[in-house]
């Protein structure tokens, strides 16, 4: 079983910056991708980001620019840098990876964009 331990978020300001990190209890090696998704009230879960071995990146166009998704395999972690975060970023975010047919999920981890 694996174990998505995700982590970083809080509340800021708009325009402000935040980091969150994904720690998995697996070698993320031979993981193609990994992802980042979010879920604000009322509405489904999104992608976000995603991020292959090669590191090859796909963002939504809503956070084209202002966020980076990035990943270490040598910790078995994955990142997503937020910048100019907007009110509208605000959700919980989860990370996420595919090992053959199994989806494994983070726990979540809130983010909230106000003044």
């Known amino acids: 079983q694996v174990q998505l331990v995700d982590a970083g978020g809080g509340k800021v300001q708009p325009g402000g910056p935040l980091g969150l990190s994904c720690v998995a209890s697996?070698?993320?090696?031979?993981?193609?991708?990994m992802g980042w998704y979010r879920q604000a009230p009322g509405k489904q879960r999104e992608l976000v980001a995603t991020i292959t071995t090669r590191a090859s990146t796909n963002y939504a166009d809503s956070v084209k620019g202002r966020f980076t998704i990035s990943r270490d395999n040598a910790k078995n972690t994955m990142y997503l840098e937020m910048n100019s975060l907007k009110p509208e970023d605000t959700a919980v975010y989860y990370c996420?990876?595919?090992?053959?047919?199994?989806?494994?999920w983070g726990q979540g981890t809130q983010v909230t964009v106000s003044s």
């Open positions: 697996t070698c993320t090696d031979n993981i193609h991708t």
């Open positions: 996420h990876l595919r090992i053959g047919l199994r989806h494994y």
